[in-house]
């Protein structure tokens, strides 16, 4: 019997129990349009609730960021900038060099384990350290970076892809922490008044000028080459998503003076009370043994840190019905996040048909020997399973922000524009002809550029992401462009661009650092 199942065709044969099991599974894991819509209903609605402030109806933060400005591409300068985010920090140096040209220099610092749960102040004095190595071997002085006159104290973006909850373009309060980190005396603390005085405890010579967060660098860095750049997203270790806000539709901010904001959605949080989320029992033991139970749920569905888990959840379940590996299972295999999403990316892209890429992976990394082809051929079907999902999910939620912004309340277009666009409507290329009134300020300019141009017509919205997910799982843009159609209407590829934003989080926190010392000093 040939099986045909999601994508692969299958040439072994597979026994009635396993078809029947892994047909459940997919049906469990696949999502219909109509799941999709209503998602996306959800998801609207919540992006309502918190911009409103509402958070009892709202799992949505929609942090309002003080960045009001957009860079245009000719902004010039040399910023220190630092990205903190997962398991490396990065200290760059940035030279932006206007005409959309930037040159970047960084050094990665591991994070350790250790440190990742370390209390605060030894994970702020580790960076305030690593920092100085940097300017040290790189003999960065003030001659380079931009630094206020009079002084020798060098400018530094910070982007730390957590949640927190700003009072200013450099002030701002940990929500909670996510991906692994738990670091006691952060939560509730300012991050940047933390840095600072690491600095400071440390005798470097650095002011912490702006902090951002990912999402909201790498929309930075987009906008910087792609001017029409309305969201910014990270597909990665975590996820969340950054847009451009009108500011009179924030609720939260009591005397807003720019036009637009760029607002942090925290969308890894995203409907954490599962009432709307198709979580599968797979999920719920994941999010019930992971060390943040009830929260980002969404992201657990879709990130980095998690795809490998689900997969390893679902293996086991399979073994343990004696429908894979002939019922056994390995000490790797049975170790909590021993799976890695990259092994799932490998399995993924093995397309010859006796999968022996897979069994080596098998072996390698999982420990398990005895694999036949039919068990390799299931291995890879659950990855497609959670990969596909995984995608779609993201798909919706960038659909909805885009929704967002074409809708009345939204700013891309500024007043009403249908929700999916059909084959008459004109949608114009992203990177000519942007309408825009800009006010000119020294540097970034405050933009009313919208996704409409003079005639009326929509120009396609650029949307930079960054994160090895997006990047290097097999299919992923394929599958999020399958399900931004079925939300967007059949020509979403026109409306929509995803374009990757190399090295958002770096770029963008100098772009930050530069947007709050030509407008704030
Ligand atoms: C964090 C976000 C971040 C995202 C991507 C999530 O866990 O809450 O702030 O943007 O990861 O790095």
């Not at 910070?158 to 450099?170: E, H, K, L, N, R």
């Not at 009108?246 to 904001?261: C, D, F, G, L, V």
């Not at 299919?475 to 409306?495: I, Q």
Request: aromatic residues 6%; hydrophobic residues 40%.
């Amino acid at each position: 019997m040939s099986v045909s199942f999601t994508h692969t065709k299958h040439h072994a044969k597979w026994s009635d129990k396993q078809t029947e099991a892994l047909a459940k599974l997919a049906k469990e894991f696949t999502l219909s349009t109509a799941q999709l819509e209503h998602l996306t209903s959800a998801f609207l609605d919540q992006m309502q609730s918190g911009l409103a402030g509402d958070h009892k109806s709202s799992d949505l933060a929609m942090i309002p960021t003080f960045v009001a400005g957009r860079p245009d591409g000719h902004e010039r300068g040399s910023y220190l900038a630092l990205d903190l985010g997962g398991t490396n920090l990065r200290v760059c140096l940035i030279t932006l060099k206007g005409n959309h040209e930037l040159e970047s220099h960084s050094r990665a610092f591991k994070v350790s384990d250790h440190l990742q749960e370390a209390h605060i102040s030894e994970l702020m004095d580790f960076i305030a350290i690593s920092i100085k190595e940097f300017i040290t071997s790189e003999h960065i002085s003030s001659k380079i970076v931009e630094h206020p006159s009079g002084s020798d104290t060098l400018e530094l973006g910070f982007t730390f892809s957590f949640p927190v909850t700003q009072t200013a373009i450099d002030a701002g309060m940990l929500l909670r922490w996510t991906k692994g980190f738990s670091c006691p005396g952060a939560v509730g603390n300012d991050i940047v008044q933390l840095l600072q005085e690491a600095l400071n405890r440390n005798e470097v010579n650095v002011h912490v000028a702006a902090l951002v967060n990912d999402t909201v660098g790498t929309l930075l860095a987009h906008s910087y080459k792609h001017p029409n750049t309305f969201i910014g997203a990270i597909f990665g270790t975590g996820t969340n998503g950054a847009y451009v806000e009108a500011t009179r539709s924030i609720k939260t901010m009591s005397h807003p003076t720019a036009k637009e904001m760029i607002v942090n959605i925290e969308w890894g949080n995203f409907d954490k009370d599962k009432r709307v989320l198709p979580v599968t029992p797979f999920d719920n033991k994941l999010d019930r043994e992971s060390i943040n139970p009830g929260v980002h749920v969404f992201e657990k569905m879709i990130s980095g840190m998690y795809l490998g888990e689900i997969t390893r959840n679902i293996l086991l379940h399979l073994i343990d019905h004696r429908l894979l590996f002939d019922g056994t299972s390995s000490q790797k295999l049975n170790t909590h996040w021993a799976f890695e999403t990259k092994f799932m990316s490998q399995i993924e892209s093995d397309t010859s048909a006796t999968l022996i890429p897979i069994a080596q992976i098998l072996e390698q990394e999982l420990g398990i020997y005895l694999n036949t082809q039919v068990d390799r051929e299931i291995v890879k079907a659950v990855c497609q399973m959670v990969g596909k999902r995984a995608a779609r999910l993201s798909a919706m939620a960038t659909a909805a922000v885009v929704r967002r912004g074409l809708s009345v309340e939204g700013h891309f277009a500024g007043h009403g524009y249908p929700l999916k666009l059909s084959e008459g409507d004109h949608v114009f290329g992203a990177r000519t002809g942007v309408h825009k009134n800009e006010t000119a300020t020294e540097g970034v300019h405050e933009r009313t550029d919208s996704a409409v141009d003079h005639g009326g017509n929509l120009q396609q919205i650029n949307v930079g992401i960054d994160g090895s997910v997006f990047e290097h799982y097999p299919h992923f843009k394929e599958r999020m462009f399958e399900g931004l159609t079925e939300l967007l209407g059949p020509r979403a590829k026109e409306l929509v661009a995803l374009g990757i934003a190399t090295d958002g989080s770096g770029v963008g926190a100098a772009l930050a650092a530069l947007i709050a010392t030509k407008h704030c000093r």
